[in-house]
């Protein structure tokens, strides 16, 4: 396994729509993931694309959140890793949160996502996946699938005054009024 380099805003790899993923049992695949999770980790992020690596394949990898439960198709560290995922968006209804980003270090941006979606595809095992999800989950797989299809995060927002240094958020936000918990979820966006 290895710690791979990270591609950041700007470079072509991330710009591109990435290429289905002939075989997803392969073993250069199951090795890619690996890589990319001990990359995701090692960088403390909640997910991670392979385009994001400089590898422009369909495949991306990311913690669901574990208060939907234990993800039976997740690894032991609660990794879900999804070759030639699709998504179908099942609501015209869209929810602003806080994004980051590894490709963007140093900022967070206010994002709007579709508030409930289904994705499917399929594990590096080889097991399908089609489920339907709601909220935080939804939002961290779109973020991922975007990669996918070229798209950083500050492409989706609205308004780019919301685009920001990670170090201002909490100042931004008690100049509003916001609680200590809801910085501290901002603030580990990502
Ligand atoms: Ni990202």
Redesign the pocket.
């Known amino acids: 396994m290895a710690i791979l380099k990270i591609a950041r805003m700007g470079n072509p790899v991330l710009l591109r729509r990435a290429e289905d993923v002939p075989d997803p049992t392969a073993h250069e695949i199951a090795a890619l993931v690996a890589d990319m999770i001990e990359t995701m980790d090692d960088s403390r992020?909640r997910?991670?694309?392979a385009p994001?690596v400089h590898v422009s394949k369909r495949v991306m990898v990311f913690r669901p959140p574990t208060d939907d439960g234990d993800d039976p198709e997740a690894d032991e560290d609660g990794v879900l890793a999804l070759v030639n995922p699709e998504v179908e968006y099942l609501s015209n209804e869209v929810v602003d949160g806080w994004e980051g980003?590894?490709?963007?270090p140093g900022m967070r941006g206010m994002v709007p996502r579709f508030t409930r979606i289904r994705y499917r595809g399929v594990t590096p095992a080889g097991r399908p996946i089609d489920r339907t999800v709601e909220g935080f989950h939804a939002r961290v797989f779109q973020?991922?699938f975007d990669?996918l299809d070229g798209i950083?995060?500050p492409q989706r927002m609205t308004d780019l005054s919301l685009l920001m240094f990670d170090t201002e958020v909490a100042k931004f936000m008690e100049e509003y009024g916001a609680d200590e918990d809801e910085i501290a979820e901002a603030e580990a966006a990502d």
């Open positions: 992020g997910g991670l694309a994001q980003c590894l490709s963007v973020h991922e990669h950083l995060y």
